[in-house]
């Protein structure tokens, strides 16, 4: 079992940054491939970025890239979402996740969730 925990969170005016992390308690993420989801009020939940290892690769959502960027700590102890040129259209509670290997795609096959954290950006 893991258990994810996120923090960065909070309000921030269109055109600011935040920094989102995910950390898995009491161990590093080892193997796990780590994706960052949003779900909006009365909207579906959505994949925003992932990152796997061997080698190391990242993918993202069209409507995050070139503004969003997955990272962790050489460690592994957690896992980052720098969210610059925020626009109103990112509010959404933002959750992390974890997968176990064998990968599937990247949007789907997550097997631990976090309890997310809320972005707010006002316009």
């Known amino acids: 079992q893991v258990q994810l925990v996120e923090s960065g969170g909070g309000l921030v005016q269109a055109g600011g940054s935040l920094r989102l992390s995910c950390a898995a308690s009491?161990?590093?993420?080892?193997?796990?491939?780590m994706g960052w989801f949003r779900q909006a009020p009365g909207k579906e939940r959505e994949f925003v970025a992932a990152?796997?290892?061997?080698?190391?690769?990242?993918y993202y959502a069209s409507s995050v890239k070139g503004r969003f960027t997955i990272s962790t700590d050489n460690a592994k102890t957690a896992v980052y979402l720098q969210m610059n040129s925020l626009k109103a259209e990112d509010t959404a509670a933002y959750y992390c996740?974890?997968?176990?290997?064998?990968?599937?795609?990247?949007?789907?096959?997550?097997?631990?969730w976090g309890q997310g954290t809320q972005v707010t950006v006002s316009s």
């Open positions: 990152i796997r290892w061997n080698p190391i690769s990242t």
């Open positions: 009491g161990r590093t993420l080892g193997s796990y491939a």
């Open positions: 996740a974890a997968a176990r290997p064998p990968y599937g795609n990247w949007y789907s096959g997550y097997d631990y």
